[in-house]
């Protein structure tokens, strides 16, 4: 099967002559070119072709690494995602740059530390919670959309974003997909929360508690100052302290309201391109309405190029299922959305079968950050299995919260069903793809990923990773450094959140473990472990087990200052001001603050035959 397989990828190039044959070998790195052609360089590299792929890439949302088949789970059904692993390669090494979702898409769509454009957080929470505020991923970043749009790509955008919408007015939408290289956007600006499944509780009211309050004693403030200074000739003390109290008490509901009350109808929408067309969210619609809208993107392009990016609101919290996985898996709810979302994912695979473009895409899946120990419903867990790895998301440096499943298909161009070891971080996809392209990654900046295209193809053995920074917001947790020689692969943690193993529990009744504060620990001798010996990191290293102790922790600091020279300060996307609900900035479909509105259009034609 392996040959014809291989053989079916014989191809022409652009001008006609053959490119050679390329006979991948399981389980190993070298790949062996039979040249057929005058082609000398055919030989032991898969040639990058004349015609430029079309490029697939999907991203579950708080996926863990062991929640899948092929990476070692036997009861959770992931029959197309183990299939596209069969047909492409396995990362097992592969590293998100953040343990939670803003930033990790952040550093994803720019192949960049998130820190080098602000969208990583001083403060709790570390991702947007309204889609009401005013920070986001800045104008001037270039994400790889962009770049592959200028090369003549077809951009679309289908599922989750999280990285902000608007920056001063309502429709200005700055921070939306649209202006960051997506000619097409179907999905959430926010995420898929909780409270979008009628009847759930509310998820982020506790994280929004904080900033409520700071920004209703903010207002307050303000009124109070502006009502001591003589306005409008209000200037019986009475008067004054009517208008206060009556400004205040307005103030208050509407703060109310929009942190407690209705945060269903304010955050949990679908927007198509700039319009709002469902506020709020119908749980039990969208995952078919995702489906069917990638599904139709690839029709609709499949004469040009495309880069289609389904970000999945899979699995994230309230885990709705539809009827057609609820209740079928043995992991309870959590197990059904994750089933839902293979079948999915094979859905779109199916597509990119039918339009005859299988050979001629890339095709990347993986997850933004590993799964979460304390989401639950109920009494069941609510949340991924990080397999072996310990802790979970936004967890800082800790492995569950960041080495996520990662496969890459591309016929012909890429060997089948091997595991690559190396560590490779989801900022590479970025100058990868834009390789792929055919365009340049810019100049003008500092771009952290690397073209991993050499490593996949199996033309060079290591990847060019030597260090990998783990923050957790804007505070350096761990360093990770891959010494290539010895194929050790160490980690120092200089600080650790504090957790408990025990699920829901796990940081101590908070929804998401703090970056600092009293919720971490400092670790001063930093705790060192070898991954390559100990990937569950059970067995801090001390200089007497380890003779190079020294010399490590020596190397990684000399790393940690070189690389924190090459950042520059910039406008902070997460700080209070930026992250608070600016009712004037509030996506609406109505006339605000009566926002609600359900596009029915096509909902009959959406159905499971898909
Ligand atoms: C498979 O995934 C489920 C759900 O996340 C988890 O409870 C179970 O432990 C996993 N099994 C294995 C063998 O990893
Ligand atoms: C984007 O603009 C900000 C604010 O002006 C600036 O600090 C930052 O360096 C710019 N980023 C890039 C990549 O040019």
């Not at 092929?70 to 992931?78: A, F, K, L």
């Not at 529990?505 to 991954?531: E, M, Q």
Request: hydrophobic share 35%; net charge neutral.
């Amino acid at each position: 099967m392996e040959t014809s397989e291989s053989l079916s990828t014989f191809r022409w190039g652009k001008e006609g002559r053959w490119r050679g044959i390329c006979l991948p070998f399981p389980r190993l790195f070298t790949v062996t070119c039979l040249a057929l052609s005058g082609l000398p360089n055919a030989c032991g590299v898969f040639a990058i072709p004349d015609i430029k792929p079309n490029i697939v890439l999907m991203l579950a949302d708080d996926l863990g690494i062991g929640d899948i088949g092929c990476y070692g789970n036997n009861t959770i059904r992931t029959p197309n995602i183990d299939q596209l692993a069969k047909e492409g390669v396995k990362l097992t090494q592969h590293i998100a740059t953040a343990s939670i979702c803003t930033p990790s898409r952040t550093a994803f769509l720019t192949g960049r530390y998130p820190i080098r454009s602000g969208m990583s957080a001083r403060t709790e929470p570390r991702v947007f919670i309204r889609t009401g505020s005013s920070g986001g991923l800045p104008p001037n970043e270039t994400t790889f959309a962009k770049l592959l749009q200028q090369q003549g790509y077809t951009t679309g955008l289908i599922g989750k974003w999280h990285q902000g919408v608007s920056c001063k007015s309502r429709n200005d939408h700055c921070h939306h997909p649209l202006n960051h290289g997506f000619d097409y956007f179907y999905g959430t600006p926010l995420s898929f929360l909780n409270e979008c499944q009628s009847g759930k509780d509310s998820e982020i009211s506790q994280q929004l508690r904080a900033a409520c309050w700071s920004y209703t004693h903010l207002i307050s403030l303000l009124v109070f100052t502006l009502l001591l200074g003589n306005i409008s000739g209000m200037t019986s003390l009475k008067w004054k302290a009517i208008a206060f109290v009556a400004v205040c008490g307005i103030l208050f509901f509407i703060t109310w309201f929009s942190c407690y009350g209705f945060s269903r109808y304010w955050d949990c929408i679908l927007m198509k391109e700039h319009i709002v067309t469902e506020q709020p969210i119908k749980a039990e619609n969208v995952t078919f309405k995702i489906l069917k809208e990638a599904i139709s993107f690839i029709e609709r392009n499949k004469q040009g190029l495309f880069l289609l990016f389904v970000s999945f609101l899979h699995v994230h919290t309230p885990c709705y299922t539809t009827e057609l996985f609820n209740g079928k898996s043995r992991h309870g709810l959590y197990g059904d959305n994750v089933e839902e979302m293979d079948w999915m994912v094979g859905k779109i695979l199916t597509a990119i079968d039918k339009e005859g473009l299988r050979d001629n895409t890339f095709v990347y899946f993986t997850s933004d950050n590993g799964g979460s120990l304390e989401l639950r419903e109920g009494s069941t867990q609510c949340g991924g299995w990080n397999s072996i790895y310990k802790g979970g998301k936004g967890m800082g440096g800790w492995e569950g919260g960041i080495h996520v499943p990662g496969i890459v298909r591309w016929p012909g161009m890429i060997p089948v069903n091997i595991s690559i070891d190396e560590p490779i971080s989801l900022m590479d996809i970025y100058p990868t793809v834009v390789h792929l392209a055919g365009a340049s990654v810019p100049q003008d900046r500092v771009i952290d990923g690397k073209n991993q295209i050499a490593l996949l193809q199996g033309e060079v053995k290591h990847s060019e990773h030597e260090f990998l920074f783990h923050y957790c917001g804007a505070y350096l947790h761990a360093v990770r450094w891959y010494q290539k020689e010895s194929g050790a692969l160490w980690k120092v943690h200089y600080v650790t959140p504090k957790f408990h193993p025990e699920g829901a529990s796990a940081c101590y009744n908070r929804k998401i473990c703090p970056c600092f504060g009293d919720g971490v620990t400092h670790h001063n001798p930093p705790l060192l472990f070898d991954l390559s010996r100990d990937p569950s990191e059970a067995n801090p290293l001390s200089p007497t087990t380890e003779p190079l102790f020294n010399t490590i922790l020596s190397h990684t600091e000399r790393a940690i200052r070189e690389h924190k020279k090459t950042l520059t300060p910039v406008p902070e996307q997460l700080d209070i001001y930026n992250i608070i609900w600016k009712p004037w900035l509030q996506p609406c479909c109505g006339a605000f603050p009566f926002c609600w509105c359900d596009d029915e259009t096509d909902s009959n034609a959406i159905n499971i035959q898909i």
